[in-house]
């Protein structure tokens, strides 16, 4: 056996919870050389040994298991009084790593001793077979001392916690855990009580904690004079109304809970963020990721705008036909109103139902997009955006707005608050309206329908390119005015999951519900409106022909303007006034004013707008302003000033756009 009092000798303590396997990893790093007493007074066994190595001694006591180092049990005082005495120079925390959260409450304690501190994770063995893993390195970051799993049954990774042992004295750092405020005060106060008394260990934080607790057996081990006592009374305070015992133990939970769920994960979650990154090697590889992503949206696109989406508009426009329209067209006639109120009522239900329709289409789209977004390929898209968006002088981060865009402006301009560069803000805003909001779906496609019935699929995505094209372009622009600075791209990849029904269903819903709502408010009142308009002139008398009456008069002021874009005429003009309060409007009021001339919706683009003219109409909608309220959005977020450039903004592109386009296509 060693001689005790060689110079040279490491003395180790291993302080753990009961049945942690610190007998077991005693004997293990003991072998033979121990011998077992009992605690002087007590009748706890005491168990100490030597580490057999051919440096220097290495003696080892195996403390009683505690769960706490509170004052409450012979086992308690014995293992904190034998830390403080200074019996020990490196405690080894031993900790059963499949209970690692009612564990780390003792270590809590245990680095508050001022000892260092080896943490060994044992039954590690364990820990496999429950599908959990734990990051060690993040761990000991966590905690700021040394980490070694083991298991000392199975004999693993003992080597390696006696090397930790002999080289402890290097990493002899510890990391301090904060209170609260009010804790710290305090603590820092008793501690200027204990300096001035000339306590020894007044600098020990357990020492300090121990006596907010108001724990007699360390008091008065202190032996401090009664004045002495009396100021700690006065800054711990009345004791009714502070348990700073309680206190500090839950936030000593909270902290291990803390930590256990920044270093604990199950295996399925790993598994899962393997296949997550295999993906993603491919999804947002340097020369797929942008293949498969225009696939992606392309496919979403024909799925919603070929066969399958207009098949779902035919049966709404059939049941919506053979449902209501009928039925209240036959009502009419029996009831024999007059041709004002029965004109009225006809007007409304064709304009509200042929908005009705495009309903199943519009959840197509936003219910394949919002299975996008559930899966987690939505937020690679802005990861994959990123290098793109810098080049217009933005980051990856606003692409999440931009993308919101295509569902509604109005939620897209408000979730620009993300945004931590105001310029870049302020950007992002003015290049939100020129993503195809989702009202200007059925919008499109009643022009298509009409005219282009072969290559709906192909059309809708060309006119969602242009808007982002035309995004960039103004996005080049502006940048060359006010150089928005560049903000790092941090953004955590969620893994990739199945999406899940109710989601979708819980999205779809909500879709459905703002839609009637704006269908029921502005697309009625609206229609209403036009109707009014359409169905009296000057003088206020009911007319049969629509072009005397008052719409026509505004119509025919504005129409001039789009001279050049193939469609001056008072009918589109009436009908994108209306689209400035909601896009959905341009259907009914078209709807309406021609179906004053006995025509359907369809029949009247057929026999109104050439292919040229409906692609210009087209072209303007998508690029003039938005509607009011994403408008009113604008101006929060944006200011006066920018709102109204961007009203200008948008009006002039759209404008500009369609007549050149316009004039491109009747070319050739
Ligand atoms: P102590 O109360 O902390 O001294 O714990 P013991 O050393 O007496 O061990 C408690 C129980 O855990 C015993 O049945 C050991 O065999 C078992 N044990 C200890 N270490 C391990 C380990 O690494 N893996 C497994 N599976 N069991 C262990
Ligand atoms: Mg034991």
Not at 486 to 503: A, F, G, Q, R, V
Not at 505 to 511: A, G, N, R, S, T
């Amino acid at each position: 056996m060693y001689n005790e009092k060689s110079k040279e000798i490491i003395r180790v303590s291993l302080i753990g919870n009961p049945n942690t396997g610190k007998t077991t990893l005693f004997n293990k790093l003991t072998g033979n050389a121990q011998y077992v007493g009992n605690w002087p007074g007590v009748t706890v066994e005491k168990k100490e040994g030597y580490i057999r190595n051919s440096f220097f001694p290495i003696k080892v006591t195996d403390l009683p298991g505690v769960y706490s180092l509170s004052p409450f049990s012979p086992e308690e005082v014995i293992t904190r009084n034998f830390i403080l005495e200074n019996k020990t120079d490196l405690v080894v925390n031993i900790l059963d790593a499949t209970n690692l959260e009612r564990n780390l409450y003792l270590t809590m304690q245990v680095l508050e001793l001022g000892k260092p501190v080896i943490v060994a994770l044992n039954m590690c063995d364990i820990l496999k077979r429950r599908g959990k893993i734990i990051d060690f390195c993040a761990l000991e970051d966590l905690l700021g001392t040394p980490v070694v799993p083991i298991s000392a049954a199975k004999n693993i990774g003992i080597d390696e916690l006696k090397k930790k042992i002999l080289e402890f004295k290097k990493n002899n750092k510890r990391k301090i855990f904060k209170y609260n405020q009010d804790v710290e005060s305090k603590l820092s106060k008793i501690k200027d009580v204990l300096i001035n008394a000339n306590v020894k260990l007044a600098n020990n934080r357990f020492i300090l904690v121990k006596i907010l607790e108001y724990d007699s057996l360390i008091i008065s081990s202190l032996n401090l004079k009664l004045e002495d006592i009396k100021k700690i009374d006065e800054i711990r305070g009345n004791q009714n109304e502070i348990k700073y015992e309680e206190h500090i133990t839950s936030e000593r939970y909270k902290k291990s809970s803390g930590i256990c769920k920044k270093s604990v994960s199950d295996v399925s979650d790993i598994q899962k963020a393997k296949i997550s990154r295999k993906i993603d090697k491919i999804v947002t590889g340097k020369y797929t990721s942008m293949p498969i992503f225009l696939a992606i949206m392309f496919i979403i696109f024909y799925i919603s705008f070929g066969p399958l989406g207009s098949f779902c508009h035919d049966i709404a426009e059939k049941v919506i036909d053979s449902g209501i329209k009928h039925p209240v067209e036959i009502l009419l006639e029996q009831l024999k109103l007059n041709n004002v109120l029965s004109s009225f009522v006809i007007a409304i239900v064709t304009g509200v139902g042929e908005v009705f329709a495009f309903l199943p289409q519009i959840l197509l789209l936003l219910g394949l997009l919002s299975v996008l977004e559930d899966s987690g390929y939505m937020a690679r898209s802005a990861f994959i955006m990123d290098k793109i968006m810098r080049k217009i002088g933005l980051s990856g981060k606003a692409f999440v707005p931009l993308l919101m865009g295509f569902g509604c402006s109005v939620p897209a301009i408000l979730s620009t608050r993300i945004l931590n560069n105001e310029k870049e803000k302020k950007l992002t805003i003015f290049l939100i309206p020129f993503m195809s909001c989702g009202a200007k779906i059925p919008v499109y496609l009643v022009f298509l329908n009409a005219l282009f019935p072969e290559k709906k699929a192909l059309m809708m995505f060309s006119i969602y390119l242009l808007g982002i094209l035309v995004a960039v372009l103004v996005s080049f622009f502006f940048r060359k005015i006010v150089k928005p600075k560049e903000s790092p791209m941090i953004m955590e990849l969620p893994d990739y999951k199945w999406p899940s029904i109710h989601n979708l269903y819980l999205h779809l819903w909500d879709q459905t519900k703002d839609f009637l709502e704006h269908v029921g408010i502005t697309i009625l009142g609206s229609s209403i409106v036009i109707w009014f308009l359409q169905s009296f002139d000057q003088n206020m008398r009911f007319i049969e022909d629509n072009s005397k009456s008052l719409l026509a008069t505004l119509g025919n002021i504005i129409a001039p303007i789009f001279s050049f874009s193939g469609f001056a005429n008072w009918k589109s003009s009436v009908a994108l006034i209306t689209g400035l309060f909601a896009k959905e409007a341009i259907i009914s009021t078209m709807s309406i004013v021609y179906g004053a001339d006995g025509m359907n919706l369809d029949e009247a683009i057929v026999s109104n707008f050439t292919k040229s003219s409906a692609i210009s109409m087209i072209i303007f909608i998508l690029l003039y302003p938005p509607c009011v309220s994403a408008l009113a959005a604008f101006k929060r977020e944006a200011g006066n000033l920018s709102s109204l450039l961007a009203f200008v903004l948008n009006t002039s592109i759209a404008l500009i756009l369609s007549a050149v386009i316009f004039n491109l296509v009747n070319l050739f």
